[in-house]
C-alpha cells in the first residue's frame, strides 16, 4: 500500500509539472489524459487513469485543472485518497476522496 500511494503522489507531482509545460506551449491547460498523452506529456498507463493500484480523475479547462487519485480498492491497493489542482498542492484524505478543502501532505 505504501509504494501505491508513493506512486500515486509521484504521478500528481508528475501532472502538476507537465500541466504547466502544456499550458506554456498550449496557452491553455489540458482538458483531458488524452491530450497530454497525445501530446506526449505522460505515458499510456497514466494516461489510462489507472496506475499501481490507484483510479486517476482529470478534468480541465483553460486556466484550471484537477486530478483526483482513489485507491481502486480502499484498503488494500491503498488507504488515502489524494488531490491537487493547478495550485501545486498536493492534498489527502485518510479516508474517502480528497478535495480542494482538504489537509496538505507535509
Known amino acids: ?4 500511494e508513493a506512486s500515486a503522489i509521484s504521478s500528481l507531482r508528475t501532472l502538476t509539472t507537465v500541466n504547466n509545460q502544456y499550458r506554456t ?4 491547460y489540458a ?14 498507463v497514466l494516461g489510462s487513469g489507472t496506475k499501481s ?7 480541465g479547462a483553460g486556466n484550471t485543472w484537477t486530478t483526483s487519485a482513489a485507491p481502486s480498492t480502499a484498503g488494500t ?3 488515502r485518497g489524494f488531490f491537487v ?3 501545486g498542492v ?3 484524505s485518510a479516508s474517502g476522496a480528497a478535495t480542494s478543502a482538504s489537509s496538505p501532505l507535509d
Not at 506551449?25 to 491553455?28: D, E, H, I, Y
Not at 493500484?53 to 478534468?59: D, I, L, R, V
Open 53 to 59: 493500484g490507484y483510479a486517476f480523475t482529470y478534468a
Open 1 to 4: 500500500k505504501a509504494g501505491n
Open 31 to 44: 482538458s483531458s489524459f488524452a491530450n497530454l498523452s497525445a501530446a506526449g506529456y505522460i505515458d499510456s
Open 25 to 28: 506551449r498550449f496557452q491553455t
Open 77 to 79: 491497493t491503498g488507504d
Open 90 to 92: 498536493i492534498r489527502f
Open 85 to 87: 489542482n493547478e495550485s
